[in-house]
């Protein structure tokens, strides 16, 4: 079952306070436990996670109900509509569309474009382009002289005036594959034309980018419901896959995150994909509760 928003809420909070524990009858602690049988239960959730990684929990630089908790860093993960925190609540109020975990959701745009959204994604819509607010989309841009435009947080948009690409923001990362025609990735430090046949991954916050080759089929294939990975490090194809499954999934070892992963995934068995995501490391993925998934290393 889904967590509700005061769940969420706990479980935010109790993976803060095991971080900062300083000792195993911290006082903080046993007065925040005390507080409610709701308190009690989340805590025994994640001091059963921090057991079975052998790792310290760390709390989201910036939450939101897709984290996945890494130790030391805060990246895209999974969770459900009634999971949302206040950022994400922001985001809802603002975007014209929003989509839900495992859901995707086809739009029609008013330039004649068309556009299918990702799970757990939310966009505001304009004349010639739209503001991807969080999540993913696959774009069929209808041909015209003025380019169309999607924004993406931290500065980066994609422009075009007629081609079709898939563009997310998976994990701490921008995602970009092309399968007919050109588009120009741009931001603060990077600047990158990308062709059909495609693909571009950047770091908006340093500028940093891989790129290369990829049958132009494979773009989108999400819609399908298969996942195409190449080379993509662990923890950014993790976040992906996440968005096909109810609940939290934290990567508690920073050792097996970085880890590169090619493949293709069926996001009808989201867990399933996800251990076959985690196999080559030699890590594991536990469920640990209704909403919350741990991977580690033992």
């Not at 399968?179 to 990308?194: C, E, I, M």
């Not at 062709?195 to 990829?214: F, I, M, V």
């Not at 194809?237 to 609940?247: D, E, F, S």
């Amino acid at each position: 079952m889904p967590p509700t928003p005061a769940q969420s809420a706990l479980l935010d909070e109790a993976i803060t306070l095991m971080m900062r524990r300083t000792s195993p009858a911290d006082s903080t602690i046993a007065a925040w436990r005390a507080r409610s049988a709701d308190h009690e239960a989340v805590w025994q959730m994640v001091a059963k996670a921090h057991g079975i990684s052998g790792r310290v929990l760390s709390p989201p630089r910036n939450p939101t109900r897709r984290n996945v908790v890494l130790g030391g860093a805060a990246l895209l993960g999974a969770g459900a509509l009634g999971a949302w925190t206040l950022p994400e609540m922001r985001q809802t109020q603002q975007a014209d569309h929003v989509t839900t975990t495992a859901q995707l959701l086809n739009m029609a745009l008013p330039d004649g474009s068309h556009a299918t959204l990702g799970p757990d994604s939310a966009v505001i819509t304009g004349a010639r382009g739209f503001r991807l607010l969080r999540g993913m989309a696959w774009v069929d841009v209808a041909p015209a002289a003025a380019p169309f435009v999607v924004q993406l947080p931290d500065g980066v948009s994609i422009q075009t005036t007629s081609a079709t690409f898939e563009i997310a923001r998976d994990a701490h990362l921008v995602n970009l594959a092309v399968s007919t025609d050109g588009v120009d990735l741009r931001s603060s430090l990077q600047s990158r034309a990308v062709s059909a046949g495609h693909w571009l991954r950047l770091n908006p916050k340093d500028g940093a980018y891989e790129e290369g080759p990829r049958d132009p089929a494979l773009a989108g294939l999400w819609q399908q419901g298969l996942i195409a990975a190449e080379a993509e490090p662990l923890d950014v194809l993790v976040a992906r896959i996440a968005r096909w499954m109810p609940g939290r999934v934290v990567i508690a070892d920073r050792a097996i995150a970085r880890a590169r992963i090619s493949g293709l995934f069926d996001t009808s068995n989201p867990t399933r994909a996800l251990q076959a995501a985690v196999r080559p490391t030699g890590g594991h993925v536990r469920g640990v509760s209704g909403f919350l998934t741990v991977i580690s290393i033992v």
